[in-house]
């Protein structure tokens, strides 16, 4: 079993950063694939970026590329995603994923971390 604990979100301005964090805990080991997906009000979830524990991250969407960095740390089987320039297109719940090898898909998440930018 592997469990997901999002934390680090709340109310900015546009232009403030926040810094996303998700501690991994349980069965969770090297070979995992993590991501940071979003869901705004109203619309389909969508994947912002994801990493490996062993190698680099991808940020996907045109519209945080530059703003938003994923990053991880094995040691302290966290994941964090660095939200600079944000807009109050931002505004969403902000969840973490894990993926076993060989899993197709993302299937195991945290419970979410709000991030509200006020304009």
């Known amino acids: 079993q592997v469990q997901l604990q999002e934390s680090g979100g709340g109310l900015v301005q546009a232009g403030d950063s926040l810094r996303l964090s998700c501690a991994a805990s349980?069965?969770?080991?090297?070979?995992?694939?993590m991501a940071w997906f979003r869901q705004a009000p109203g619309k389909e979830r969508e994947a912002v970026g994801g990493?490996?524990?062993?190698?680099?991250?991808?940020i996907y969407p045109d519209s945080v590329k530059g703003r938003f960095t994923i990053s991880r740390d094995y040691a302290k089987k966290t994941v964090y995603l660095q939200m600079n320039s944000l807009k109050p297109e931002d505004t969403a719940v902000y969840f973490c994923?894990?993926?076993?090898?060989?899993?197709?898909?993302?299937?195991?998440w945290g419970q979410g971390t709000q991030v509200v930018v006020s304009s």
């Open positions: 990493i490996t524990w062993s190698g680099g991250g991808t």
């Open positions: 994923a894990a993926r076993g090898f060989g899993d197709a898909t993302y299937n195991h």
């Open positions: 349980g069965r969770i080991d090297a070979n995992y694939a």
